[in-house]
């Protein structure tokens, strides 16, 4: 472990740059433990946030009480509701909010992420130093891109960690996120149902908004909700579709 260690300091120290790094911060275990490696490594460097208006609170409430003063939260310019509005809801070849939200900070810096290849098969084709392929300027640095879940745990050890990986998440991220799969969708509506709502609402303003040319696959904003909760694709859900008008109803 202390070689783990050792080199992704060593990797931190090698690309300083001269303006210092732009750690990107998400409350998860594996940001806090690359904060703690560039502090180690006493590069100069500033962390940040991005709120994605969809964030658990647990999240948020945890990086305000441990990480006040180091770790700034950028606000943006719109939500996710507001987004699915204008795009429909995310989905996993439909990642609009990603950009929108997520990744809009660092433009023009050397971005620090907590990405680990093990984490997914999308990840694990990643290098441990990447250019920015949205042409924002922006280069990456993964000190941990080799490290495994039993590393990242083992170096956080006792240090303060959000509540939700005692409730059993394995990882953080949006509060019914596509890319979570349909049981973890389905554990957050019903963990945070506000959130289910607001999904909902947004939803169904998508719809009304196109009803005649929606109306072909979907006969209400409920059925398009119902259909992006199965993370099917349409002509899958048309198959097995049960309607469900009390799932998550409007007015919860």
């Not at 495994?148 to 960690?161: F, I, K, V």
């Amino acid at each position: 472990m202390d070689k783990r260690i050792s080199t992704a300091i060593e990797r931190i120290k090698t690309f300083e740059p001269e303006d210092g790094y732009y750690v990107a911060f998400s409350g998860g275990k594996d940001s806090q433990v690359v904060l703690d490696l560039v502090e180690q490594a006493g590069v100069k460097f500033d962390a940040h946030m991005s709120i994605t208006t969809v964030d658990p609170p647990e999240v948020l409430d945890f990086v305000r009480q441990e990480y006040a003063g180091v770790v700034t939260l950028e606000k943006p310019d719109t939500s996710m509701f507001k987004l699915i509005q204008s795009n429909g809801p995310p989905t996993r070849l439909h990642r609009f909010c990603c950009r929108t939200l997520k990744e809009r900070g660092g433009e023009g810096r050397f971005v620090i992420t907590g990405i680990r290849s093990q984490e997914s098969m999308r990840r694990a084709e990643r290098g441990m130093v990447e250019a920015c392929r949205f042409g924002s300027g922006r280069r990456f640095l993964h000190p941990i891109i080799d490290w495994t879940l039993d590393d990242a745990w083992e170096h956080l050890g006792d240090r303060p960690h959000c509540s939700l990986y005692d409730e059993g998440e394995t990882r953080i991220g949006c509060v019914m996120c596509p890319m979570g799969g349909i049981k973890q969708t389905r554990r957050h509506a019903e963990r945070w149902p506000k959130f289910a709502a607001m999904y909902l609402r947004a939803i169904t303003k998508f719809w009304a908004a196109r009803e005649e040319k929606l109306s072909a696959r979907w006969a209400s904003g409920q059925e398009m909700y119902d259909w992006w909760l199965s993370r099917k694709s349409v002509d899958k859900w048309r198959a097995g579709y049960e309607p469900d008008p009390e799932f998550f109803p409007l007015d919860n």
